[in-house]
């Protein structure tokens, strides 16, 4: 830590450690410090006529103006809202009308266009994982499969992220109707918090044999269409699964005397993102190769097909808060929190449900919006306004929502925890517009 007199009771400390941060913040909190301003991430504490500035974020010059230099250090970015009259949801109501079904959305006027210019026989969904528009725009060039097939622009589904969207789109209901609201949630009948996907035991790496597929059932969206449906994805229990490979089974599955509707899917460029950013060349890479073998994809598509491509969300470009060393919130909540890193879900103990939003505004106010989770639900972060809440989603939403609006996610699992390069799940720009990719065929 590094202590510098900025005036007459005012004093500026500096950690290079946010544990170490957090650990003073705790001590001093407990020592009658009270919390009286909060510029950036940093903290600035009263006491007996003694002020103190607490920050984790480096500045060139320590002055007596250090409030506006840290002030001037903050970004904007872009905030783009859960649209659901924009996004896959609308995309699949369009698609289920267009085949005699229940549009259970407002149809998405784009799509609903496309459809009329022919019936076609065979129409594929297919998400590429973290494709969000600032992705495909700064690593594909003009004349790319991809970028030629760009016809709009969606918004994903909230929150932007993998087990919420893609679980929404397989099945054409919102997060809040189906409760696959993130990427781990907590489940009171075994006490723990369980990543989705696998059954593992979020905190302690454990295998359970709790399945949430058994917990929160869905069924796919075009089940009762009469079509010959099917699902394409890698086999995640083999670290490498060639897209091509994916690709192939699709082309495998249209029959040629049946209509058909598919869901396909690929993990890329989402896990390549997570490692190593937005701007790094194996994305590049990686983005080139798919796209060239989207073209042979697209030449062997049989005639009268609509292929649809687009995402589950984007990207950007993060940094970690340690909310797992911050014991000033900790000790107000009844269980660890849940959800994802960017969109994260508290539960609070009685006695600081009105106390905690402040504190949590205090500490990190620039760089996430906290709201009740009724609130949440009724601004329609996670489905329609008319979308009537599954009672599951109630448990796992708690008491408060914290959603990301700028580069920094939480670390809330503890410090073995990877340090992501680029995430999603908030609401930046970069996160929530998505590409929709269209060939016919």
Known sequence: MEKTKVKDHYEYWYFENQLEFFECLDEMLEDGYEITDSIHLCVELTKEGQRVLLSYIAVPEVNENIKETLHAMDEDYKKVYPNYEACM?????????????????????????????????????????????????????????????????????????????TTATICGKSPIRTAWLGWNNYFKEIKRNIILFTGVDYYTNERTSFSAYEALPYKPFYEDLGVNGSIHQPNFSKKKYPFKKVLKRSLKALKRKKKNIQYVYDTNPDHLLHENGCCHKVIQDKLVEMDQELQWYAKKLPKDTLLIISADHGHIDVEPIRLYACKTLQKMLKRPPSNDSRCITFCVLDEYKKEFPIVFEQLFGYAFEIYSSGDAIHKGFFGAKEDIPCSRSYDFLADYVAVAKNKYYFNYEGPANFDFKSHHAGITAEEMLVPVIVFRK
Do not use: C, W
């Not at 959305?105 to 609903?112: A, E, R, S």
């Not at 266009?113 to 022919?118: A, D, G, P």
């Not at 060039?141 to 030629?148: H, P, T, Y």
């Open 89 to 165: 949801l609308n995309t699949i109501s369009s698609i289920r009308k267009s085949f005699g079904g229940e549009a259970e959305y407002t149809t998405d006027f784009h799509m609903d266009e496309i459809l009329k210019e022919k019936s076609y026989k065979n129409v594929i969904i297919m998400l590429l994982d973290g494709l969000g528009e600032n992705i495909l725009e700064s690593h594909l060039n003009q004349d790319s499969f991809l970028k030629m097939h760009h016809e709009y622009t969606n918004t994903a589904i909230y929150p932007s992220t993998t087990a919420a969207s």
